[in-house]
């Protein structure tokens, strides 16, 4: 409007531009990481939240959830969608159990979880979730989703800030990526993982400036599920 | 099939003062088998026992989950009962979504109270043919209330509803005293006691019959069906057993 | 509980849509502003101040707006940013609060729930894509622990133990960091008194949308207090020595 009538009476007043469109999104930043064993699946995040840019809104701030005995949940992206998921998910796996008296098995929570991004197609969740938990028959599964609800089945998988630190990471330890000769079908065992985990986040806590301040991994066996916590650097 | 001219729909008056269609729906919780709810310091328990309609078919379910805090037991029309858990459930969840917080048993029972008002007042409308005893437990503690098809809610220390359960209700007056301490085990003996007096001639409570909820402090809302109300079961007998030999 | 104070609202009012025909218009940035809000958690419960300016753009407007409330008995509220968007909230919460002094069973709202609900009015209103354009700190002491959270106009939630929003993000939140991280129980309100003053007084200097009039607050279990306007005693010799700019 203004700059029409500047261009009209050919005179240019020093206005204030403002170019304030409002994002509903805003990426928080931080990485997460799911490693799937024979018999049990590992979780794991880091706990710093930043705005966005430079600042860290804090530095206790956790993205993956226990979300039943036997499922966790890891989240990326805009923090206010991921807790709107989980407690979408929390409500759906509520709901199954007042209709059909017991608890909702992984695979079921799997394809929920993509459907829900799925609803959200046109104005999806800015979340990228790794599910994982134990199937029927006790054995790991590990899933990752992109925004809108691609689902797939994954050995490992890793979300985030440092993705592309700790994926070829991964793909290296675990699946034995370019290692000639080495066993490409063992699963890593339970120390093993835990041991990949704090390796990851740590070397990515030092080349990353979004992850950091505390790691959170969860290991879910036939048992339930297991929370441990460590410190990562504060800088 | 008319009683008197003044029970066609729950909006009529009778010249006494009744609305007779509401009486009629009271009349339809006592067609239901009993159920029993007592009260401690610390949880609330419901005991109930099921019929099947006959040999073939199942027991039919008497106590329904709410939400972790909160479930109800049923006497009377069933299906009627499972449109209001389905209600409790949602204002449950909706409570849980918006506050964080578990909803107030109170308020739970109000707003269902409320509903069943309306079915009185309203031309064309049933009351429904159900009631039900409500347990939770909260931040101010456990509450037992009842709630009746007239849309009265009422909180109690102890109490029954259902077939023959003035029978029950005479044991807990009588009882409901020394419930206060009581700890869970002995509160679901306590009600088991209460909830027997209320069998027809011959019948007993078994692990078919029995079914017992729970909720309290630390405690979700359980519900035991089956060979898990044994071992409340001999817990009865055991006490049984003491008081004959002190007699 | 006794239902929250609420001002009346006196400052500038937004243009109401006056036909049917007006597209329906969002806000798509903030009008009457509010800067920093600074809280952090010491021994006895949280303290928090924000200053008095409501700003129009550069032009300092309003320069005794309140910027800290109490909801309840128990909980403070701290805002920055659209003024006119707090009001609406500072409605909404009267609303909610004084329906929850109606129900009178003993139940009361505590921190973790309000902040639950204001963080689900946020989200809900980005996802409507209209936001509330606020950022709104909210501390206090529930069921003895410490709150102190965060949530803005995308819904973006946190808690921390030091929290300052806006420019004091970048100005206050270090100072803050480096005083009270690890210390939260150890901080007197002596202390906690002269550290926020500190961090307002940096705001003062260097943020252009900051005033030396502020009101400050501190939550305990015992409720909230929050102070009458005052000014914090500045310095501003080295200004002399400053030549170049202007005059």
Not at chain 1, 193 to 208: C, G, H, N, Q, Y
Request: charged share 25%; aromatic share 8%; hydrophobic share 35%.
């Amino acid at each position: 409007m203004s700059s029409l009538l500047s261009h009209e009476i050919g005179y240019s007043a020093p206005i204030e531009v403002h170019n304030h469109g409002f994002s509903p999104y805003v990426n928080n930043e931080g990485t997460s990481l799911g490693i799937c064993g024979e018999d049990f699946v590992l979780v794991a995040s880091d706990t710093r939240q930043s705005n966005g840019g430079y600042s860290i809104n804090a530095r206790r701030s956790p993205k993956a959830f226990e979300l039943s005995n036997r499922t966790v949940i890891a989240t990326t992206g805009c923090a206010a969608d991921a807790k709107q998921l989980v407690e979408d998910m929390e409500q759906r796996a509520q709901y199954y159990v007042h209709k059909h008296g017991r608890e909702m098995s992984t695979p079921a929570m799997a394809q929920v979880l993509s459907q829900l991004l799925y609803t959200r197609r046109f104005f999806p969740y800015y979340v990228f979730p790794i599910f994982a938990g134990l199937d029927a028959k006790g054995k790991g599964a590990v899933y990752n989703y992109d925004a809108i609800g691609n689902i797939e089945c994954v050995s490992h998988y890793a979300y985030g800030s440092a993705a592309a630190l700790l994926q070829p990471f991964l793909d290296n330890q675990i699946n034995k990526a370019h290692q000639r000769g080495a066993d490409t079908t063992a699963k890593p065992s339970r120390a093993q993982a835990v041991k990949l985990a704090i390796d990851a986040f740590t070397s990515a806590t030092e080349r990353d400036i979004y992850t950091g301040d505390w790691l959170e991994i969860f290991i879910v066996d036939s048992e339930g599920v297991h929370k441990l916590t460590r410190e990562l650097k504060h800088d | 099939m008319f009683r008197n001219q003044y029970d066609n729909d729950a909006s009529t008056w009778s010249p006494q003062g009744r609305i007779f269609q509401v009486e009629y729906a009271s009349e339809a919780v006592k067609q239901g088998s009993a159920v029993v709810g007592v009260r401690s310091k610390d949880h609330v328990v419901l005991v109930a026992a099921k019929r099947s309609p006959n040999e073939l078919a199942s027991y039919q379910k008497k106590i329904i989950r709410i939400d972790d805090h909160m479930g109800i037991a049923v006497a009377g029309l069933t299906s009627d009962a499972r449109v209001l858990s389905n209600y409790l459930r949602t204002e449950a969840i909706r409570s849980k979504m918006v506050y964080g917080r578990s909803l107030p048993v109170g308020r739970a029972v109000s707003a269902i109270g409320d509903k069943a008002q309306t079915n009185t007042q309203e031309y064309g409308r049933r009351p429904y043919g159900v009631g039900l005893l409500v347990i939770g437990h909260d931040d101010t503690g456990p509450h037992l209330y009842e709630f009746n098809p007239s849309g009265i809610v009422s909180e109690y220390y102890a109490y029954s509803i259902g077939a023959r359960s003035q029978s029950a209700r005479t044991y807990l007056e009588r009882n409901f005293a020394n419930f206060e301490e009581l700890t869970l085990k002995e509160l679901i003996t306590q009600g088991l006691r209460a909830l027997r007096d209320t069998l027809q001639q011959g019948k007993q409570l078994d692990t078919l019959n029995t079914s017992i909820g729970f909720v309290g402090k630390d405690t979700k809302m359980t519900i035991l069906d089956g060979e898990a109300t044994q071992e409340y079961l001999d817990l009865l007998d055991e006490e049984e057993s003491a008081a004959m030999e002190t007699e | 509980m006794d239902p929250i104070e609420l001002r009346l609202p006196h400052t500038l009012q937004r243009p109401q849509a006056t036909s049917n025909h007006e597209p329906i218009t969002h806000s798509t940035e903030p009008i009457v502003t509010g800067t920093s809000v600074v809280a952090f958690k010491y021994k006895d419960g949280i303290m928090m101040a924000a200053d008095c300016l409501g700003s129009y753009g550069r032009m300092a407007m309003f320069r005794n707006e309140r910027r800290l409330m109490a909801v309840g008995k128990t909980t403070l509220l701290g805002m920055s940013g659209d003024i006119s968007d707090y009001q609406h909230m500072q409605h909404t919460l009267e609303n909610i609060m004084t329906q929850e002094y109606d129900m009178d069973d003993g139940q009361r709202l505590g921190t973790k729930s309000i902040y639950k609900c204001i963080s689900k009015i946020m989200y809900n209103r980005r996802s409507k894509m209209n936001p509330l354009w606020n950022s709104y700190v909210i501390a206090g002491v529930d069921s003895g622990e410490k709150v102190l959270g965060y949530v803005d106009l995308i819904g973006t939630t946190y808690e921390s133990p030091t929290i300052a929003t806006g420019y004091g993000s970048h100005m206050a939140q270090p100072i803050l960091r480096k005083v009270v991280e690890g210390r939260e129980d150890e901080i007197t309100e002596e202390e906690a008194v002269k550290i926020i003053e500190d961090c307002m007084r940096v705001l003062y200097y260097r943020d252009a949308r900051a005033f030396n009039k502020l009101t400050r607050a501190k939550v305990t279990a015992q409720g909230v207090e929050i102070t009458e306007p005052y000014s914090l005693e500045t310095n501003w010799d080295f200004a002399e020595s400053i030549v170049g700019y202007g005059a």
